[in-house]
């Protein structure tokens, strides 16, 4: 014999318990359940300092939360046209909008979830009323929006309803065209931009401008040239591109050392071979050479290096000093220039 538990008449006190012992997801589900659950769960919930509300507008669209390193997948949205008629499903209200909602099960022989689904007559529409709803339950703006070429609108979307996005990530590795790809390079205002797609001309426009960002990633391209790098005003930029000369590298760092590139602290460039920069710096920089007796560790949100080791270094005029390494877990010549170093 079953019987029902009335959760929303339990004293406050242990609601408040109870909201913070759940998961997200299970808030979400119990937030749909009717608006007085909806305002319980928004006040009682208390929001971790490191959750990132995530956006993910690639192939399958869905709300997820980040918690640390735990991700909790919120809700998925799909056509009613693609509804699986065999699902069970319930109905519930989003935003005004009655929809049906289901569950699909993922994973393996070792570990399974349930992800849950709601089915929209317009997708587009349905997903932007998901990503309101949880943003409004959870009191967060979207911290990360995930995109293809043809699902831009996310971005454009979540930069009109809130002041900053923090991170906007463009692919998984596919094919774009050049065009499009460069709209977005030049258009996009996320403080953290990352290009994982790959750009079917290999060569660059004549005219290309970037924003000042705090971080900029580019992966799976060739374009990238060393005039680009230059105008590059970001604090970490990482890329992928194997036919950089070291020539290239030495006309970057002669460019940083005459006070370009000042808001740079690392630099990261994915090459097809390593070479000694111990010599390098050396070779090509004898009057700014220091060596740097310290290893350390620089990490941020989207960069973890491991140990920056002791070495050469160069230090520019106004004291800052740049440590050059050859970074071998990601096979990549970098450049880390702390704060609290000067010479």
């Not at 929303?8 to 359940?33: F, G, K, Y």
Request: one cysteine or more; glycine letters at 4%; proline letters at 3%.
């Amino acid at each position: 014999m079953s019987s029902t538990f009335p959760l929303l008449r339990v004293p406050q006190v242990v609601l408040s318990e109870i909201v913070q012992a759940l998961t997200p997801t299970d808030l979400t589900l119990l937030a749909l359940c009717s608006r007085r659950a909806f305002n319980l769960v928004k006040r009682f919930w208390k929001k971790p300092k490191n959750a990132q509300l995530r956006m993910d507008g690639r192939y399958r669209f869905h709300a997820a939360i980040i918690i640390g390193n735990m991700y909790y997948a919120l809700l998925h949205v799909s056509s009613i046209q693609k509804k699986l008629s065999e699902r069970p499903v319930e109905l519930i209200e989003i935003r005004g909008t009655k929809v049906q909602i289901g569950y699909f099960e993922t994973g393996n022989i070792y570990w399974s979830r349930k992800d849950f689904e709601t089915y929209w007559e317009d997708k587009e529409l349905g997903f932007k009323a998901v990503m309101d709803f949880v943003s409004e339950l959870f009191s967060t703006d979207i911290h990360t929006v995930e995109f293809l070429y043809d699902t831009y609108w996310c971005f454009d979307w979540v930069q009109s309803r809130q002041k900053t996005v923090n991170h906007a990530c463009l692919g998984d590795g596919m094919p774009i065209e050049y065009l499009e790809y460069h709209k977005i390079l030049e258009t996009c205002t996320a403080e953290n931009l990352t290009l994982y797609a790959f750009h079917v001309q290999e060569e660059s426009p004549k005219e290309l401008t970037f924003k000042k960002r705090n971080h900029l990633s580019i992966y799976k391209t060739y374009w990238v040239e060393v005039k680009h790098l230059i105008m590059m005003d970001c604090v970490e930029i990482v890329i992928e591109q194997p036919f950089l000369e070291i020539s290239d590298l030495a006309e970057f760092l002669k460019h940083w050392l005459n006070g370009g590139n000042g808001r740079l602290k690392y630099l990261s460039i994915k090459r097809r071979m390593d070479f000694d920069t111990n010599e390098f710096c050396q070779r090509e920089f004898p009057d700014n050479l220091v060596f740097v007796t310290e290893e350390r560790e620089y990490e941020s949100e989207l960069v973890h290096t491991g140990v920056i080791p002791k070495g050469y270094g160069l230090k520019r005029n106004d004291g800052a000093v740049a440590s050059i390494f050859w970074n071998r877990p990601f096979n990549s010549f970098a450049m880390y220039v702390p704060t609290d170093i000067t010479i």
